[in-house]
């Protein structure tokens, strides 16, 4: 089991900046290739941003390609979400995800996820 706890939501103008932090507890936090989700009322939740296990590969869903940049900190067990030049478009509910094999980003393919925080950008 792993538990996943998100942090660093908030309420930003359009055009600034926020870091989200996820915090794993269980399970060996290298096991696992670590992901950003977010999701809006009435929508599907999306993939935004990955990492591989030791952090040497990332990948990016095109909305948010150089504005967002994802980290993670394997002896600390934590992953981050870089997030600048935030757009209206950016709000929703932000997930951390953990999934063992880190080779398809599809929300249905992750293993564990956290409750999420909500990030809310204002024109």
């Known amino acids: 089991q792993v538990e996943l706890v998100e942090s660093g939501g908030g309420s930003v103008q359009a055009g600034g900046s926020l870091r989200l932090s996820c915090t794993a507890s269980?399970?060996?936090?290298?096991?696992?290739?670590m992901g950003w989700f977010r999701q809006t009322d009435g929508k599907e939740r999306e993939f935004v941003a990955g990492v591989t296990r030791v952090g040497g590969g990332t990948t990016y869903a095109d909305s948010v390609k150089d504005r967002f940049f994802i980290s993670r900190d394997n002896p600390r067990r934590m992953v981050f979400l870089e997030m600048t030049g935030l757009k209206v478009d950016d709000t929703a509910v932000y997930y951390c995800?953990?999934?063992?094999?880190?080779?398809?980003?599809?929300?249905?393919?992750?293993?564990?996820w956290g409750k999420g925080t909500l990030v809310t950008v204002s024109s």
């Open positions: 995800a953990a999934d063992r094999f880190g080779n398809n980003w599809a929300p249905t393919s992750m293993d564990y």
């Open positions: 269980g399970r060996t936090f290298t096991n696992y290739a």
